[in-house]
Antibody, heavy 123, light 112 residues
Framework: QLQLQESGPGLVKPSETLSLTCTVS??????????WGWIRQPPGRGLEWIGF???????YLNPSLKSRVTMSVDTSKNDFSLKLSSVTAADTAVYYC???????????????WGRGTMVTVSS | DIVMTQSPLSLPVTPGEPASISCRSS???????????LHWYLQKPGQSPQLLIY???YRASGVPDRFSGSGSGTDFTLKISRLEAEDVGVYYC?????????FGGGTNMEIK
């Protein structure tokens, strides 16, 4: 069974960089068609797609966040990371990592999600 | 960006009764390959979202057959044939036709 687990600081100061890592188990990280994504949910609100990364390092990012987001993979550790720079209170949210399957245009859905990690931006 | 609009915002339902949620997109989600890139998720209280229906009408692995999805183009519906207590939570639709991927605002399904 594919499992994902987020990790990282729960508190980040305004203007600093939020950094999270997601560790994947139960599937080959480099398997064709598996993309590794991030979605966030501000308290009491809906879901916002941040982006995803392929095992070869290709990234697909939400244009609204693209200027502040960096995503990367570490295939030796079976994990991938999110960095969000210049954070403000508006970036306070639960951050989920998730597996996104796209096999030649078939599926294109987030099948498995981590439990999420709450990140608060505050001084 | 493709805007996803769900209705109703809140849906009180009696256990054993059917329920239906609507999702409309600002652009057609029907690809030239015949797939509608529309998915449904359920976020149970205190949990992460789980995939229920993908590509408009395909049930995800392990999802009970009381859940069904239908629709094409810009209008989609999620139906629950007989609500069970474990089905409470917020339902989201999501489009995966084009970037950025976008979600509906959610429908809060609760027990009446």
């Amino acid at each position: 069974q594919l499992q994902l687990q987020e990790s990282g600081p729960g508190l980040v100061k305004p203007s600093e960089t939020l950094s999270l890592t997601c560790t994947v188990s139960g599937v080959s990280f480099t398997r064709h068609g598996y993309y590794w994504g991030w979605i966030r949910q501000p308290p009491g609100r809906g879901l916002e797609w941040i982006g995803f990364v392929y095992y070869n390092g290709d990234t697909y990012l939400n244009p609204s966040l693209k200027s502040r987001v960096t995503m990367s993979v570490d295939t030796s550790k079976n994990d991938f990371s999110l960095k969000l720079s210049s954070v403000t209170a508006a970036d306070t949210a639960v951050y989920y990592c998730a597996e996104y399957y796209d096999n030649d245009d078939y599926h294109r859905a987030f099948d498995f999600w981590g439990r999420g990690t709450m990140v608060t931006v505050s001084s | 960006d493709i805007v996803m609009t769900q209705s109703p915002l809140s849906l009180p339902v009696t256990p054993g009764e059917p329920a239906s949620i609507s999702c409309r997109s600002s652009q057609s989600l029907l690809h030239s390959n015949g797939y509608n890139y529309l998915h449904w998720y359920l976020q149970k209280p205190g949990q992460s979202p789980q995939l229920l229906i993908y590509l408009g009408s395909y049930r995800a692995s392990g999802v009970p057959d009381r859940f069904s999805g239908s629709g094409s183009g810009t209008d989609f519906t999620l139906k629950i044939s007989r609500l069970e207590a474990e089905d409470v939570g917020v339902y989201y639709c999501m489009q995966a036709l084009q970037s950025p991927l976008t979600f509906g605002g959610g429908t809060n399904m609760e027990i009446k």
